[in-house]
């Protein structure tokens, strides 16, 4: 199992970013896939979520209305776009295999998301 996230980097206030997350080792299908956040000094937290199925989506409220994930079952893709950015938002991203995620669930190696004027 592989999960590889890309997208990030550093981005002024009120901007942008998509992230990508590009799944292989596993029928990525039939898993439920979530984005999970790190910021500094902190635990790591759900940001968003998304079923297998029929695609139901949950979201911290920090981000509803801001954040947008969605997925491509045929590229095996779990996206978060990002828009309205705020510095509070600055953190390692992380995609997993599941609905809420813990230890034992896969993880890819995060992508870096900094929101700096």
């Known amino acids: 199992v592989q999960l590889v996230e890309s997208g990030g980097g550093l981005v002024q206030p009120g901007g942008s970013l998509r992230l990508s997350c590009a799944a292989s080792g596993f029928t990525f299908s039939n898993y439920h896939m979530s984005w999970y956040r790190q910021a500094p000094g902190k635990g790591r937290e759900l940001v968003a979520a998304i079923t297998h199925g029929s695609g139901r989506t949950n979201y911290a409220d920090s981000v509803k209305g801001r954040f947008t994930i969605s997925r491509d079952n045929a590229k095996s893709t779990v996206y978060l776009q990002m828009n309205s950015l705020k510095p509070e938002d600055t953190a390692v991203y992380y995609c997993?295999?599941?609905?809420?995620?813990?230890?034992?669930?896969?993880w890819g190696q995060g992508t870096q998301v900094t929101v700096s004027s």
């Open positions: 997993c295999t599941g609905y809420v995620c813990d230890d034992g669930n896969y």
